[in-house]
């Protein structure tokens, strides 16, 4: 609602620059700030002035008109999802809880990585090693998870978005390994190449992730890749670029799960909690624990 509410006001300024403009062709008399007008005839170097200042004006406020159009999702960005999500009676309708959490079974406080759907564009254990080298601890990856229709009751495919949503996500993993979910000693993390939405946030049309952290320890983040690699906007694919946005959005929340760092409003910070374009990720420092 609130993308709404700026998108008419800034569509407001627009015409409302763009009439002023269109009057002072007509009449020849500038509308300045102030209220002062002038006249071409009389005043040319006022009038000129004014002219300016109200071109700069409608510049800005189409440059943020734009923004809020193409951030509350009524224009369409030129996003092709690399992987789309399988619909139909082909998936299976229930995911099957697993007795076993091989990978993830070491006793002590641990890290855990594991694949929903579509593997990330980036390998599973490159994404380890990552991790592993920057906690300085081992991180183990647990076996693969399929899309299923269903997952505790519910839809796990929005089939109108053509997305998984991250709640849907959670009830996935959490009903394949009951073991491991809200345990205070495991950290886990749910990799994904498939594009995601968050059910909580419906008026925004897509997320690259969350990250819950439970009473008491432990917690578990999402990630899709699916909108950090610049092929999937029609570019040329750049290999390096998708590794490090996806590695940005893993510190950011290792940071929190981990360090107990709290989001903040500053786009360049490691755990800055307004992401919402591959540019954020961009802007964003990469996070270094503490040693």
Same mark, same amino acid.
């Given at each position: ?40 005839? #009389? ?89 592993? #080298? ?13 899309? #299923? ?112 760092? #709290? ?29």
């Amino acid at each position: 609602m609130a993308l709404i509410a700026l998108g008419v006001f800034a569509a407001t300024l627009d015409a409302l620059g763009v009439f002023w403009l269109v009057q002072a062709g007509v009449t020849g008399r500038a509308y300045g700030v102030r209220g002062l007008t002038a006249d071409r005839a #009389t005043q040319p170097a006022r009038f000129w002035l004014n002219v300016s200042v109200l071109v700069a004006f409608v510049g800005v406020s189409t440059s943020y008109l734009a923004w809020t159009a193409v951030s509350s999702g009524v224009l369409v960005s030129g996003f092709r999802a690399r992987h789309p999500v399988a619909t139909g009676r082909d998936l299976p309708e229930l995911p099957i809880a697993r007795g076993s959490s091989a990978g993830c079974e070491e006793p002590a406080l641990r890290v855990c990585l594991v694949a929903v759907g579509a593997a990330p564009d980036i390998p599973v254990d490159r994404l380890a090693r990552y991790a592993s #080298t920057l906690l300085a601890s081992p991180v183990g990856i647990l076996d693969p998870i399929v899309l #299923t229709r269903h997952a505790e009751g519910l839809p796990v495919i929005e089939e109108r978005r053509g997305q998984v949503g991250t709640g849907a996500v959670e009830r996935l993993v959490r009903s394949t390994y009951p073991m491991l979910w809200g345990h205070r000693d495991v950290m886990l993390v749910i990799l994904t190449g498939h594009d995601l939405w968050s059910e909580s946030r419906p008026q925004q049309r897509y997320a690259f992730g969350a990250v819950t952290v439970w009473n008491g320890g432990g917690g578990f983040a999402i990630v899709s890749s699916a909108r950090m690699d610049p092929a999937a906007y029609g570019r040329a694919g750049d290999p390096g670029v998708l590794e490090r946005r996806m590695q940005v959005l893993l510190g950011k929340y290792f940071a929190i799960l981990r360090y107990g760092a #709290t989001p903040n409003s500053d786009p360049t910070d490691p755990v800055y909690n307004a992401v919402q374009s591959p540019a954020d990720l961009d802007r964003m420092r990469a996070f270094s624990p503490p040693r």
